[in-house]
């Protein structure tokens, strides 16, 4: 049997201290605890002029005293007067990156919930307020640019890291935490009322249109998937969607993100010469079906001129080919 390792004081050259103890059930997750400490709009922890490094994503830190000028000069105090978690990162208002990053570091810090408010961004889109809402957090402080919110105990952790050897196992835990919650809410609906079978659709959106749209539908539905225009469902619905689904076929987009609460083999439909290897590394970590559909770009008046942003003709009769094989 492996123990948990003991928490470690640790002295950050002169003002910053902090607590550093390893994650019961993924060791390479770190909690970090700092007494009397800052936490900024972006989520950097710092005290005085020192900022808490191994929180921030391996690609941030380089960055770090940057952050703690910004963080510093011309900022006003908030104070809470309970502990703190930061979650966020500067990618907080991707979808992707949120579910992904952010929410992931919600799970590792969920025994604190209870007791700690949440510390997020002022500025925010609607699937925020939705993925908080569904996962019952209620306690949230709302931080300003030019604020940091100061609290006697601030709490975090470091990012789930490309590199980590635990990965599958914490987003299996992650996905497993978020239907739990979602049953705790009365959000996870019944699998009688979501097809089998779904086609992830985009028509609601200023780029990667489908060209020969009709014809596409009307393929995929005599193959019997479910036309999914995601953007009109909530949050919990579209998880609903995923986690339900025993098939999905769909058009390249965040609305992918959710196949890390799914089981079901994946065809992602993608424009030549775009490369985007989140969700088919998602999918290869958790062991789920996943292949492309490369199809042509066409350009369009979308001021972003790159392959990803292009319009698509889908290959009908390569298509065919595809789902005959499902």
């Given amino acids: 049997m492996i123990l948990p390792e003991?928490?470690?004081?640790?002295?950050?050259?002169?003002?910053?201290?902090?607590?550093?103890?390893?994650?019961?059930?993924?060791?390479?997750?770190?909690?970090?605890?700092?007494?009397?400490?800052?936490?900024?709009f972006y989520g950097y922890v710092f005290k005085g002029l020192q900022n808490l490094q191994p929180i921030m994503p391996a690609d941030y830190r380089p960055l770090s005293f940057y952050s703690v000028l910004r963080n510093t000069v011309s900022r006003k105090t908030v104070r809470v007067d309970k502990p703190a978690l930061s979650i966020v990162n500067s990618w907080y208002d991707n979808f992707y990156h949120f579910a992904w990053e952010s929410l992931v570091k919600l799970y590792f810090l969920r025994d604190h919930i209870d007791t700690a408010t949440v510390v997020f961004p002022e500025e925010r889109r609607k699937f925020h307020d939705q993925w908080?809402?569904?996962?019952?957090?209620?306690?949230?402080?709302?931080?300003?640019?030019?604020?940091?919110?100061?609290?006697?105990?601030?709490?975090?952790?470091?990012?789930?890291?490309?590199?980590?050897?635990?990965?599958?196992?914490?987003?299996?835990?992650?996905?497993?935490?978020?239907?739990s919650r979602m049953a705790k809410e009365g959000l996870l609906e019944d699998k009688s009322r979501y097809?089998?079978?779904?086609?992830?659709?985009?028509?609601?959106?200023?780029?990667?249109?489908?060209?020969?749209?009709?014809?596409?539908?009307?393929?995929?539905?005599?193959?019997?998937?479910?036309?999914?225009?995601?953007?009109?469902?909530?949050?919990?619905?579209?998880?609903?969607?995923?986690?339900?689904?025993?098939?999905?076929?769909?058009?390249?987009?965040?609305?992918?993100?959710?196949?890390?609460?799914?089981?079901?083999?994946v065809l992602d439909i993608i424009?030549?010469?775009?490369?985007?290897?989140?969700?088919?590394?998602?999918?290869?970590?958790?062991?789920?079906?996943?292949?492309?559909?490369?199809?042509?770009?066409?350009?369009?008046?979308?001021p972003d001129k790159r392959p990803g942003y292009h319009d698509m003709l889908i290959d009908i009769p390569l298509l065919k080919e595809k789902l005959d094989k499902r």
């Fill in 271 to 302: 424009v030549d010469n775009f490369i985007s290897l989140w969700f088919e590394k998602m999918a290869t970590i958790l062991g789920t079906g996943y292949e492309y559909l490369r199809t042509k770009g066409v350009p369009n008046d979308f």
């Fill in 6 to 40: 003991p928490a470690v004081t640790v002295t950050l050259f002169d003002s910053m201290k902090f607590t550093v103890t390893a994650n019961k059930q993924f060791p390479e997750i770190k909690e970090y605890a700092v007494k009397n400490a800052a936490i900024g």
């Fill in 132 to 179: 908080l809402n569904l996962l019952g957090i209620r306690d949230i402080t709302y931080v300003k640019r030019k604020e940091r919110i100061k609290s006697p105990l601030v709490i975090s952790s470091n990012f789930l890291e490309p590199d980590m050897k635990e990965q599958k196992a914490i987003l299996e835990g992650f996905r497993d935490w978020v239907i």
């Fill in 195 to 265: 097809p089998a079978k779904i086609f992830i659709t985009r028509t609601k959106v200023r780029y990667r249109n489908i060209v020969n749209l009709e014809e596409l539908h009307a393929l995929v539905t005599r193959y019997g998937y479910t036309v999914v225009e995601l953007e009109d469902y909530t949050i919990a619905q579209q998880v609903n969607f995923f986690y339900h689904a025993e098939d999905i076929v769909g058009i390249h987009g965040a609305g992918f993100a959710y196949i890390g609460f799914s089981k079901a083999p």
